[in-house]
């Protein structure tokens, strides 16, 4: 008989960065959605709308004040999220975006750095389970005071793992816009090779040097939770890197 598996897909920036990126994302989440999979999207604000809102939040203010700048900041993820829905939902198949106090995602109160200490599952698990796509807004949660909370620059990435521990998912994959990892950053050095597969170690190093690929927080979950990442192209069937 068939088991439905429940994945995991998380979208960076730069593959939600334009409409037509989006639609094409709407595509890849309809595939995965027709092979019998229940789908949890999280995702990302489209790539330069974060550090154009860091930005106004300068032009007022170095120091400003960093409850302020998690609302800001957090913002992207609204625009994103709520698009790539109603994306989803042109193609035909059931969708609904959630802002992270709106599931809630509970973190710490550490504003612009927070850590995720629970997500409750229950609403998802039953939209997902009636055939809807559940597109979550990456990067964000909210305090035991009710506020607004960030997780870091990229933290997408922890998003997605935390998720993925939480609705205990059969996978976590991170959809970005190159071929997974590979030994160095291609942007800089072209003969650049993929990875096939990495140890949570030697992820954890390269993220902590500054390779964007994954978060540094990221990496450092799934280590400890012991989930296995899958960092793939959003723009190739390549297979990526386990
Ligand atoms: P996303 O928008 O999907 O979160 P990021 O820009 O955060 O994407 O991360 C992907 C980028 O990370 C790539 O475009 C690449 O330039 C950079 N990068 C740096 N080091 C590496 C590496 N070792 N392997 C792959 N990508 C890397
Ligand atoms: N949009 C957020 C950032 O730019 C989170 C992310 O991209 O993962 O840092
Ligand atoms: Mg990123």
New binding site residues.
Partial sequence: YFIMKKLTL??????V?SIEKIKKVANIVKKRKDEGNAVIVVV?AM?GVTNELKKKSDLISKSFDSKELDVLLSSGEQISSSLLSGAIIDLGIKARSWLGWQIPIFTDNNHTASKIVNIKTDEILKFISSGGVAVIAGFQGISENGRVTTLGR?G??LSAVAIAKFFETDSCE???????????????NKS?KK?DKISYEEMLE?ASL??????PNAVQASMINDIPVH?RS?FSKNPGTK
């Fill in positions: 998380k979208f960076g920036g730069t593959s960065g990302s790539s990229g997408s990435d991170i959809y970005t816009d190159v071929e997974g990892i590979l030994t160095t950053d291609p942007s800089i650049a990875i390269m500054g390779a964007r690929v994954m978060q960092v959003t």
